[in-house]
T-cell receptor
Framework: DAGITQSPRYKITETGRQVTLMCHQT?????MFWYRQDLGHGLRLIYY???????DKGEVPDGYVVSRSKTENFPLTLESATRSQTSVYFC??????????????FGEGSRLTVL | AQSVSQHNHHVILSEAASLELGCNYS??????LFWYVQYPGQHLQLLLK??????LVKGIKGFEAEFIKSKFSFNLRKPSVQWSDTAEYFC???????????FGKGNQVVVIP
């Protein structure tokens, strides 16, 4: 099916463990993004990517690592999970709209709990 | 850096009441503007967008928004809400040459039947 899919949808892990959240899109969009959503903070950008092998930090990148070896995949890794990283994580993709970021298409979200 | 402000984070209203959510942004140049909606337990979906042209934009489900450049605002409106409009609403702004959207903190709207 076309669209943007995230896995796993739900994950419980322990402090200090490595966790990878997967994101896959079938539209061949150039841009991909990872956001975290927390009460009182809304959506905060963690990392984004303009194309394969091009990534850049967002507002809250500390403790996260991303890669983009293929256009369609944009995994987010928590190298050593902390309780403060308990959140809902959304992946999104978009095409460019001229010199602007176009409409974002969001995945269903991955709810991560760090014990 | 651009910033987006949404006020009245929690709104409770009855069915058939009118809804208006404010959105103000800080960037002084040309912008693209968006409203997204997140229904309970779901992902964000685009409600409407403004790139250029008529500053009054109509979106899905009877929503509309008005871009007022002089006020740096893009307020969302719906004349008569339904219980199914219970959701969180996010305003977002894209500025020239920027590779990202800046989101506001959202408005949690609860419509009481």
């Amino acid at each position: 099916d076309a669209g943007i899919t995230q896995s796993p949808r739900y994950k419980i892990t322990e402090t200090g463990r490595q966790v990878t959240l997967m994101c896959h899109q079938t539209w061949s969009h150039s841009y991909m993004f990872w956001y975290r959503q927390d009460l009182g903070h809304g959506l905060r950008l963690i990392y984004y990517s303009a194309a394969a092998d091009i990534t850049d930090k967002g507002e809250v990148p500390d403790g996260y690592v991303v890669s983009r070896s293929k256009t369609e995949n944009f995994p987010l890794t928590l190298e050593s999970a902390t309780r403060s990283q308990t959140s809902v994580y959304f992946c999104a993709s978009s095409e460019r709209a001229g010199a602007y970021t176009g409409e974002l298409f969001f995945g269903e979200g991955s709810r991560l709990t760090v014990l | 850096a651009q910033s987006v402000s949404q006020h009245n984070h929690h709104v409770i209203l009855s069915e058939a009441a009118s809804l208006e959510l404010g959105c103000n942004y800080s960037y002084g140049g040309t912008v693209n503007l968006f409203w997204y909606v997140q229904y309970p337990g779901q992902h964000l979906q685009l409600l409407l967008k403004y790139f250029s042209g008529d500053p009054l934009v109509k979106g899905i489900k009877g929503f509309e928004a008005e871009f007022i450049k002089s006020k740096f605002s893009f307020n969302l409106r719906k004349p008569s809400v339904q219980w199914s409009d219970t959701a969180e609403y996010f305003c977002a702004v894209s500025s020239y040459g920027n590779n990202r959207l800046a989101f506001g903190k959202g408005n949690q709207v609860v419509v009481i039947p």
